[in-house]
């Protein structure tokens, strides 16, 4: 019911800085939160960052604080993630992620709170 799709990923030099789209459509909800993942090869699917679309909360997992800014549109119903001082541990295939409605802080990193995935987009970041 709700279509996710993410844009902005590609091959830059460490040090550098992306912005990652996340354009959502069907039966988005004011209540939903948007979040973005990552997954490695050969590691697990991991938390980047989540934020509420009623107020704007945000929520980043420790390794990406300070660096990454995660916001929304919601004119445009996109949310957005800014990477900057990006290292080449944060080489992976990035996904966005909604759920429904409200999600409390301590399930916002959790993957099985959301319903909803994109397809990825691919961020490689060389050394």
């Known amino acids: 019911q709700v279509q996710l799709v993410e844009s902005g990923g590609g091959l830059v030099q460490a040090g550098a800085s992306l912005r990652l789209s996340c354009a959502a459509s069907?039966?988005?909800?004011?209540?939903?939160?948007v979040g973005w993942f990552r997954q490695a090869p050969g590691k697990e699917r991991e938390f980047v960052a989540a934020?509420?679309?009623?107020?704007?909360?945000?929520y980043y997992a420790d390794s990406v604080k300070g660096r990454f800014t995660i916001s929304r549109d919601s004119a445009k119903n996109t949310v957005y993630l800014q990477m900057n001082m990006l290292k080449p541990e944060d080489t992976a295939n990035y996904y966005c992620?909604?759920?429904?409605?409200?999600?409390?802080?301590?399930?916002?990193?959790?993957?099985?709170?959301?319903?909803?995935w994109g397809q990825g987009t691919q961020v490689t970041v060389s050394s």
């Open positions: 934020i509420r679309w009623i107020d704007g909360s945000t």
């Open positions: 992620a909604a759920a429904p409605g409200l999600v409390g802080q301590a399930l916002m990193s959790t993957k099985n709170s959301y319903d909803y």
């Open positions: 069907g039966r988005t909800s004011s209540r939903s939160t």
